[in-house]
């Protein structure tokens, strides 16, 4: 049930579609963190390179893309090695959807508390323990 939020700035021309990125880190949040597609959100956001600064300079004086992945997960599912792996993957993924991108590009993989995070109206501590019930008692 992980919250992507991309943040991201490229040139205009690019034949990237925000679909095509979405559907990049859904598949990169499944197949690494094994997250689940069906409950995996993203959200994207293009910012205007001139208003993009590393250092003192714009992307456009850069002439550079970069992004900012902020993702949310429920802290102690995924290990240092998951993490690491999915921090370098999806960078290289940017690279190629992006184009030739500024070092100063982040991603957050943001551990929160299960019982201090969830969806449909459950945290995913509850989740957990009812799942834990149920298979208790079969």
């Given at each position: 049930?992980?919250?992507?939020?991309?943040?991201?700035?490229?040139?205009?021309?690019?034949?990237?579609?925000?679909?095509d990125?979405?559907?990049?880190l859904?598949?990169?949040?499944?197949?690494?963190?094994?997250?689940?597609?069906?409950?995996?959100?993203?959200?994207?956001?293009?910012?205007?390179?001139?208003?993009?600064?590393?250092?003192?300079?714009?992307?456009n004086?850069?002439?550079?893309?970069?992004?900012?992945?902020?993702?949310?997960?429920?802290?102690?599912?995924?290990?240092?090695?998951?993490?690491?792996?999915?921090?370098?993957?999806?960078?290289?993924?940017?690279?190629?959807?992006?184009?030739?991108?500024?070092?100063?590009?982040?991603?957050?993989?943001d551990?929160?508390?299960?019982?201090?995070?969830?969806?449909?109206?459950?945290?995913?501590?509850?989740?957990?323990?009812?799942?834990?019930?149920?298979?208790a008692?079969?």
């Amino acid at each position: 049930m992980p919250f992507a939020h991309l943040r991201y700035s490229a040139d205009p021309a690019l034949q990237t579609t925000p679909h095509d990125l979405a559907t990049r880190l859904t598949t990169l949040t499944t197949d690494i963190l094994g997250k689940k597609p069906e409950v995996t959100a993203v959200q994207l956001e293009p910012v205007d390179p001139a208003l993009w600064i590393i250092g003192t300079r714009s992307l456009n004086e850069h002439r550079l893309a970069s992004f900012n992945l902020r993702i949310s997960i429920t802290e102690g599912t995924n290990t240092k090695d998951e993490k690491e792996r999915y921090v370098a993957v999806v960078y290289e993924a940017m690279q190629g959807l992006l184009g030739a991108l500024h070092p100063a590009s982040y991603v957050l993989v943001d551990e929160v508390r299960g019982d201090a995070y969830g969806y449909a109206g459950l945290t995913q501590e509850r989740r957990y323990i009812e799942a834990r019930l149920k298979a208790a008692t079969r």
